[in-house]
């Protein structure tokens, strides 16, 4: 038992070394697809990652989360089956000099990597009703992405590289996997040690799309008011965030 | 211009301060409802949140995100209004004791918290077909969630405590906020500094739901398979990091 009254809050400050420690995972996090190791994951380090996905928030409390952690190359083997068909299929869509940049291009590491995990939601795990999701039924599917993106940065600060498989199609991963309704796939994630993370998106650096000024997406009280006064200042400081995140300085440095 | 290769890969080490930083945001986080100050937050601080979510992974690069930042206390009332029916038809979903519970939860703090923030995709930003969506049409949303949580983490970082508001039927922020389609809104978020934060999560600590032992949603290669031996030694330490989180203690502590 826990000895503390529940209700109880306390005082848990942040240092400049820890604010430091987020902002490093969040800026250096990169969607891996090429850099694998095949070195093993220590389970104490799995452990922390799991853990630190587990404390996503979640809509009504719900955890709706579950982790398929993925080794048998068998498996991985059929849903990289399952990739490549998509794959085709995708690259279709695209015409031109997109085309063949998207044939180029690297988009999964599913059987380089030691470690396949998937990540799911099961819509049913608390009942019909669920405490916050009765107007938007989306809210805990995007419970199980809180808990991807914690992974996601967990992984990261403990070095390893992750990547979101997304070109595969929706009847793959329930039947290789064997996931019954109601619980659906949110996330295909690759994961293990890397030979190094790129600087900056792949897509990114091979011009597929680019970074957008962040100043450009603010809007001050209502949609489109993006010339607002009360987002005047704020928009001149994130100029120049945006700045010095492009020379790999993390913003909250300039004031240590 | 940027005078390093754009393909270039660093060497970003974590060392164990930089881990603890991340993984103390993670476990610190919290929903906040109820602790709101009117202290205004200092647009440097503001800044580096956006900048933090602005830094999500997306599909295919696509970015569909925008923040309206709301802090009008007309608009803020509207919004409230819309929170009041929904929260009122959604009681009525609920009988007896958890009615009883429902009605005693504080559930948002849109009036009192300086700053709300809707966070929205843009499902249109980078026309029809998107690189990784043409499977799934749902990951630019998921892309618009993981940028909420890292804007949620960085502002517990900041020591800002941050709430969603999903409880407004869908028509209410398109409505109120104008957001034109095929904008969608994603999270409707209160954030401001805190008199303090719970030290567990509201709805376990009203037992609204318990807290899910982790390692009863681990399964080994394909679902179900729990008791898979491959797993099993993972298990044990997802059981002994789950009763250090319980006392309060983050994980990596223990290799220090």
């Known amino acids: 038992m826990d000895h503390r009254s529940p209700a109880q809050q306390r005082e848990v400050h942040f240092s400049p070394a820890?604010?430091?420690?987020?902002?490093?995972?969040?800026?250096?996090?990169?969607?891996?697809?090429?850099?694998?190791?095949?070195?093993?994951?220590p389970e104490a380090v799995l452990s922390r990652i799991l853990l630190a996905a587990h404390h996503a928030p979640s809509v009504g409390f719900m955890q709706p989360w579950d982790f398929v952690i993925v080794t048998d190359p068998e498996v991985k083997r059929r849903v990289h089956a399952g990739f490549l068909e998509a794959q085709a299929r995708e690259m279709e869509l695209f015409s031109g000099d997109r085309k063949e940049l998207y044939r180029t291009l690297k988009l999964e590491g599913i059987m380089e990597a030691p470690v396949n995990i998937c990540v799911t939601c099961d819509r049913g795990r608390t009942g019909a009703i669920v405490l916050g999701r009765t107007n938007d039924m989306a809210m805990d599917l995007y419970s199980s992405v809180c808990a991807v993106q914690n992974l996601w940065l967990a992984a990261r600060a403990e070095g390893l590289g992750v990547g979101w498989v997304s070109i595969l199609h929706r009847d793959v991963l329930p039947g290789v996997l064997g996931i019954p309704e109601p619980v659906v796939p949110i996330a295909y994630l690759c994961m293990g040690y890397v030979t190094g993370f790129h600087e900056r998106p792949e897509l990114e650096t091979a011009r597929w799309l680019p970074r957008l000024p962040l100043d450009d997406l603010v809007h001050g009280n209502t949609w489109g008011n993006k010339d607002a006064p009360s987002c005047a200042s704020l928009k001149?400081?994130?100029r120049q965030d945006m700045a010095r995140a492009r020379q790999g300085t993390i913003p909250d440095k300039a004031e240590e």
């Open 18 to 41: 820890d604010r430091h420690g987020l902002y490093k995972a969040i800026f250096n996090r990169r969607d891996v697809r090429g850099q694998f190791k095949p070195d093993p994951i």
């Open 236 to 238: 001149e400081h994130l």
